[in-house]
């Protein structure tokens, strides 16, 4: 879901302007139904989603299917808002129809944001209609009686919008605004990459500061003070992780969830959610809070920001490779600046679509690794009550092998997490593989010390070659644009010169 407000998000700095071609409706009572009807037509196809799965989950022999059926039914719906708002951008005057409006052309960035809301209209009435069924299919929890309807969508909102849309709004309002005051900025300082320059530093500056940000957007409170905050705490200590606080993340009993944010110790917080604190053992909160910390402990964001990195590097050199090769008066193939911008896009898409998720599936199983890991006993004591490779001091085991009680812990509040919200433990997912896929690979793990060396090794192998490919590229990046007279001498007047006037 946040990948797909990010999706949106980029549409809109790819395109602020409004269509690139002729747009295919003219007359504003047509744009209007097109744009506004696109919030009723999902919203009725989501209310008949919720009378398909209701009526399926009643049926004994299709109740089984309902769900995965319900998740295929939530996933089209979402995409067709997508692909709806890219309608809306680029083959209608919406955006220009609201440049044009005083009131909000006033506010730089506005307009953009304004485009948006029809998308977030359709969201809303996707969750407002499918209540029903969140309710019926999600195991039953101490806290869950209390949601209404109201609150579950102002509860989807805040934590699947608002985490993403408020910072990427801001990002947004600076793009805007350094293209409205561009001349100034250049005059300023003298380079034709200031307003470049301060969009990337503000959004860098969001990155690293968004956790202060999102705790409030999230509402949250410090885990009060007692044997788990102590337990935890000691854990902390034990495995070198630093945090600024652990909150708890009030859902309503919504969501069992647990999250990290935050690259820097002074700005990290780990969430725990209401319903997972109220429905699991001291020991299975320990292996839940111990997977984010695998995240931490294990880099897996630097190394994310490593691909993204890596796959702008590669859009780049298409993009490099195909204007010297199709701007020539006698090259073979003729491309406008457009198609040769959307080609170097094209090669972004199945990097992210298949090396994305692939690479992340394995960071997720080494986090899994590391949460069984602290839910172990410790090393030298007899509180291991399973035949496990750590602990019967068969010698057998290396420094990657995994306790058998810990991995037992773990896939326990696996299984409690998908009961509890609702996913069949058999369902895809393209971040993170299928639930039951994790139970089976850990417990497969724990019973072999030389499977968890190779995924060790693998792992390890996946960021070596993420780290080299970034300093390859970076390198012939950098060699390539210095030879170039034309880049040499943009990077002599652009960069390092209002670099050294600002040091004097
Ligand atoms: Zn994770
Ligand atoms: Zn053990």
């Known amino acids: 879901m946040h990948l797909q407000i ?84 680029l083959v209608t005057p919406w955006p220009l129809m609201l440049a044009d409006i005083p009131l909000i052309r006033a506010i730089p960035g506005l307009p953009q944001l304004c485009i948006l809301v029809p998308y977030f209209m359709s969201l809303i009435a996707i969750w407002w209609m499918l209540y029903p069924v969140e309710k019926a299919s999600r195991g039953f929890t101490p806290t869950a009686q209390r949601t209404s309807r109201w609150r579950y969508v102002v509860f989807n909102l805040r934590h699947q919008v608002l985490i993403v849309a408020l910072p990427l709004a801001i990002i947004v309002i600076t793009f805007a605004a350094t293209r409205e005051y561009r001349p100034a900025l250049i005059r300023l300082t003298g380079s034709k990459w200031a307003p470049e320059a301060l969009l990337g530093v503000v959004a860098m500056a969001i990155f690293v500061f968004s956790p202060i940000l999102l705790r409030r957007v999230w509402a949250t409170s410090p885990l009060p003070e007692g044997p788990l905050r102590d337990k935890l705490l000691a854990m902390c200590g034990r495995i070198g992780l630093r945090v600024r606080e652990i909150l708890v993340w ?47 402990r294990h880099h897996h964001i630097p190394y994310f920001l490593l691909f993204a990195l890596i796959s702008m590097l590669i859009a780049s050199g298409v993009i490099e490779f195909l204007a010297r090769t199709c701007r020539d008066a006698n090259a073979v193939w003729h491309l406008s600046d457009d198609a ?60 990657d092998a995994v306790c058998a009680t810990g991995a037992g812990i773990f896939v326990k509040a696996l299984g409690k997490v998908a009961l509890l919200n609702g996913i069949p433990p058999t369902e895809r997912s393209w971040r993170h593989s299928s639930i039951a896929s994790r139970m089976r690979f850990l417990t497969e793990l724990s019973g072999d010390p030389m499977m968890a060396r190779r995924f060790a090794g693998r792992v390890r192998g996946i960021k070596r070659a993420l780290v080299l490919l970034s300093i390859l590229g970076l390198g012939i990046s950098a060699v390539y644009l210095w030879q170039n007279p034309g880049y040499r001498r943009e990077i002599l007047t652009s960069v390092i010169e209002p670099l050294r006037k600002l040091w004097k």
Not at 45 to 63: F, N, Y
Not at 250 to 258: E, L, T
Not at 260 to 288: C, H, N, Q
Not at 381 to 386: V, Y
């Open 340 to 399: 040769i911008q959307a080609l170097g896009l094209a090669a972004i898409v199945p990097i992210w679509g298949i090396g994305f998720g692939w690479v992340s599936r394995r960071f997720e199983r080494q986090a899994d690794v590391f949460g069984a890991s602290c839910a172990s006993p410790p090393k030298r004591s007899d509180n291991c009550r399973l035949p496990c490779c750590v602990h019967d001091g068969s010698g057998a085991a290396n420094g």
């Open 250 to 296: 009030h859902s309503d009993g919504v969501m069992v969830n647990a999250a990290v944010m935050g690259l820097f110790p002074r700005v990290r917080y780990i969430m725990l959610s209401d319903t997972l604190l109220a429905s699991m053992t001291d020991d299975e909160i320990e292996a839940v809070f111990g997977h984010e910390a695998g995240h931490v």
């Open 6 to 89: 990010v999706m949106a998000f980029a549409l809109l700095l790819w395109w602020p302007d409004g269509p690139p071609g002729t747009p295919w409706l003219h007359r504003p009572l047509d744009v209007c139904l097109a744009v506004w009807g696109t919030p009723i037509i999902i919203a009725l196809a989501a209310q008949m989603l919720c009378v398909i799965t209701r009526t399926r989950l009643k049926h004994p022999t299709r109740a089984s299917s309902a769900l995965p059926f319900y998740h295929r039914g939530v996933l089209v719906l979402r995409v067709a808002a997508l692909v709806a708002l890219a309608g809306h951008l």
